[in-house]
């Protein structure tokens, strides 16, 4: 497994921006697609985008498409998340996590073996 730290969240109005990072270690971190999920209070937790180990190729899930960026950088071990234009229903914990060594990239909780702790991101109206 690898080991992930969350940064970056925060209270931003409407309409605003954060970008979130995840910090890896533990393994090599080219070999392993990256994503990120929310969870709201009493809700599952969500896709919200992934990116595959080579970095080539990137998915989002339709309620953030055209709003938010996924990126890596293997050379500092880090997956950001852009995201624009936040709207209240972004509100949520969000979390980053890795896949095992040159599996794909998913949309499902279940094909991910690391987790980070998760960072608060609150839109406010």
């Known amino acids: 497994q690898v080991q992930l730290v969350e940064s970056g969240g925060g209270l931003v109005q409407a309409g605003g921006s954060l970008r979130l990072s995840c910090a890896a270690s533990?393994?090599?971190?080219?070999?392993?697609?990256m994503a990120w999920f929310r969870q709201a209070p009493g809700k599952e937790r969500e896709f919200v985008a992934a990116?595959?180990?080579?970095?080539?190729?990137?998915y989002y899930a339709d309620s953030v498409k055209g709003r938010c960026t996924i990126s890596r950088d293997n050379a500092k071990n880090t997956a950001c998340l852009q995201m624009n234009n936040l709207e209240p229903e972004d509100t949520a914990v969000y979390y980053c996590a890795a896949a095992p060594p040159y599996y794909s990239a998913s949309a499902y909780p279940r094909e991910y073996d690391s987790w980070g702790q998760g960072t608060q991101v609150t839109v406010s109206s």
């Open positions: 990116i595959s180990w080579r970095g080539d190729r990137t």
């Open positions: 533990g393994r090599t971190f080219g070999s392993y697609a």
